[in-house]
């Protein structure tokens, strides 16, 4: 299996010094992707997922120096030995990485779901797996989150972005995520389980076979009183 690592982090643990410090240390296109921002707390999380590469690539022994960005504006590690994902949402900033495999990550805010984007964009599977919850809101809204992450995810690991994770059929994964709650023996519930995250990074060693060619790797957590879904997503 591949060693996958991860971390997430709110923009409300930091106080904004933190954030005017550290902006003179991002490379050019994390500035200028920052500048863009008009809101306040949209700069703040674009630092912080700066921040975040830039720990990240030290603990790899690699700078910004070795980044190249690609043609449709992603950048990467020119060698190869590093990959990474990142995502945010609202206050929340995640980054998944792996030094083998490309990787997809998303994060979202667990909120009621939306029945109209289900409608348009989920396969019939999926909204068959939604429409099966219709007596429990809260478990609805929970998977129509780890859908989302899902197909996220795995658009951002072949590059394409939600255009090409709106062709995934995440449902087989939606129902695994569900049955969790059910499932007979403590091995099975590690897959899916909160995390305490307030040291990370942390090894993403829960995961399970999606098909013959992806790993799975399901976290949520709370905080603040707020749920939030997470779904990585790799090759084997």
Known sequence: MNEIFWTIHLTSEYKDKIFRQNYRFLPKFRKEKADRIRSEEGKRVSILAGMMLWDSLNR???????????????????????FFSLSHKQQGVLLAESESTRIGADIERVVDWNASLAARFFSEKENDLLNSLAHDPKKRSRLFFFLWTAKEAYGKMLGGGLKDGLKFDAAPYGKFVMEMESCETEEDLEVCTTFDYSEPPHEAVQCFNYDDKLYMYPIEFEKDGEHWAVTIVTEK
Not at 66 to 75: E, H, L, N, T
Not at 76 to 81: A, D, Y
């Open 60 to 82: 790899h022994d690699l700078s910004w120096d070795d980044m190249v960005i690609r043609d449709d504006g992603k950048p990467e590690i020119k060698s190869g030995s590093y």
